[in-house]
């Protein structure tokens, strides 16, 4: 890396491709259609183009081992070999079949594990590892998982290889590894009396030996991700810390880092990151544009400062005049060998090419960019920074106009929605009756089994389904056949509910793309995408809605499909919504007002929605909020205020029904030990959570809390094609009896099935209701 000018970096790139290639690649794989050979040859030639791109855009500093099949951390847990033994992996390479085990579970054993028993064979297979967020994003990374004594080996060289591949086609590249630290503390270990911190010894030769390797072939810089810096850390990760780079700098005293932080300020931590011997800081800039400040006063002399002031997260244009008046005196302060421009983060966060979306609005589009032209607007920066403003007017003006527009548009500003949220008052988030005399009524009303049966919404959106919507999309199927269709789909997925002896239904939802998308479509102030596509994790791709406005609800967009399927079962059937917190930070959010008015405007559009249906007649309402505690801040000083106004949302939403309507909601992927007062506060009268990778033990949260309102802790995972055994689930809700009351239990899967196939799902419902009937039989 060049140090006689300005170097623009990109810390990171999308890689599932511009028309999600690396999905088609994987789940061809995955179903048998293809062979481990084409799979690495598409990821090869995905890595060339997004090194090629990167090129062309301007970009000087360019990332290698930024790709990933799955996901960086368990590259990581790859790499170092913290590989489980219930995967039989003992040494050397690992294979793909032991890693897309350990991301996705597996029906058979492994050819590692079977090698290790000398022999092929098939068996019970094996789950995957536990999956949650990856801090405050939508991004999901599999659970480093360790064990006292962990070992540690070099048994991947995916970093060298991926450097070697961008050396053989001409790009000079600065390779990504997740700094040991942050790795470690997003570990966790069955036994709990071990602090991952205490395996930093052993794992750190592991990191020297792969720094070693890169700086053999030519390697000059290496950036190392600690992320962790943006969060409270207490001594011993401080310690940790000095000890890591220590370690590297007397190592490889000529390699140079690029110590990465992002999702936030370093805060408290500034003076442990000064002080580690590294010849970059990056420092996320949108998040916390104030600490650039407090860096400038005690940054040595010498040490690069990346300047993360693109937002990798979001898809707003920036204003690059704006931007250029804040970066033009710290780059003649330091000068320009000191300053590199960079993304707050990865543009992992952001979908690939803008120039795809044709169909936007003329004035919405001039107001977004994508990862394409993010890296376009840092180059620009970069050239204004090294040439002067005049070498690059005609895109200032054009970005400084294009801010000035979206200020003022009547398309952003509504002001109806300002007068009815100027109307909001606390007692629009309570309910008439507390949970012992809700509980009692709905009791009386639904007369529900002991441990009663349902699902969390959606059923699988086969083949049919999705070629069905994109022929309505298209115009090929006309309204009137293909709400046949659907409805046809609907009848059999409630026959079939009803066949196998589930207690509560759902419709199955195969009206709707996406949980989110669904009701942003029906909603002012949202709009959407054709090719916006962002990783979730894996080959999971998510299409965000754009919320760009003030939001309200023209009309009702779920009424008259609850009533159809509703109309064929005398059981109860769900009324099914998307909360609004969920809504909110599964979008691309509007960065002018505060998140906080942004969901509350959402919450009275659900509201409305809720009335309608229990007008219709529904008698149970699930209003997920998969997403809450995902939007959780960092730092634990700010937790307070998101927690209080994304709970008044959830109420608004959930509060005007009477205390016989059952309000349920579903949570993803959550510690809730830090957040249980929050969810008590929500007061929903049924909870739905993922539990089965965690063992139940999520569910300690909710006992020592002395949780009364009802949960539905999930009994196998949806995210792996496993179809669990009868005595598995019985097992876990034995483990959940221990904890919770049994009036207090019902008995779900983790999440909806929306991504599994009928053949997956249709064998795991079956064992899950005659688990619940093994169950009945013991209470």
Known sequence: MSTSSLSVASLGTPRIGPRRELKMALEAYWSGKSDEKSLIEAARSLRAENWARQKSLGISVIPSNDFSFYDQVLDTSVMVGAIPEIYGWKSGPVSLATYFAMARGSETKTSDQACAHGHHEHGHGMPAQEMTKWFDTNYHYMVPEFAKGQPFVLSSLKPIDEYREARALGYQTRPVLIGPVTYLKLGKSKDTSLDPLS?????????VEVLRRLAAEGAEWVQLDEPCLALDLDPAARDAL???????????????????????????????????PVAGLHLDLVRSPNQLSDVLKKAPKGLVLSLGVIDGRNIWRANLAGLLDRLEPVVKKRGADQIQIAPSCSLLHVPVDLDQETDLDSDLRTWLAFSVQKMAELATLGKALAGGRDSVSDILTASASAAAARRTSPKVHDAAVAKRMATVTTAMGRRTGDFAERAKAQR??????????????????????????????????????????????TARAVRWQEEIGLDVLVHGEFERNDMVQYFGEQLSGFAFTNHGWVQSYGSRCVRPPVLFGDVS?????????????????TKPMKGMLTGPVTILNWSFVRDDIPRSASCRQIALAIRDEVADLERAGAKMIQIDEAALREGLPLRRAEWNDYLNWAVMSFRICASSVSNETQIHTHMCYSEFNDIIDAIGAMDADVISIETSRSKMELLDAFRTYKYPNEIGPGVYDIHSPRVPEIGEMTDLLRLARLRLADEQLWINPDCGLKTRKWQEVKPALVNMVAAARELRALA
């Open 444 to 489: 009386e009303r639904f007369k529900l089994p002991v441990f009663p049966t349902t699902t969390i919404g959606s059923f699988p959106q086969t083949p049919e389904v999705r070629k069905a919507r994109a022929a309505h999309t298209k115009g090929t199927l006309g309204d009137a056949e293909y709400r046949t269709f659907l409805y046809e789909e």
């Open 199 to 207: 395996l930093l010894p052993s794992l750190l030769p592991v990191y």
């Open 553 to 569: 609800r023209p009309r009702p967009m779920t009424v008259e499909w609850w009533q159809y399927a509703q109309s064929l079962t």
């Open 242 to 276: 000095r000890q890591a780079y220590a370690a590297f700098s007397e190592a490889l005293p000529a390699l140079k880092i690029m110590l990465t932080t992002y999702f936030g300020g370093l805060g408290d931590n500034l003076n442990t990151a000064m002080s580690l």
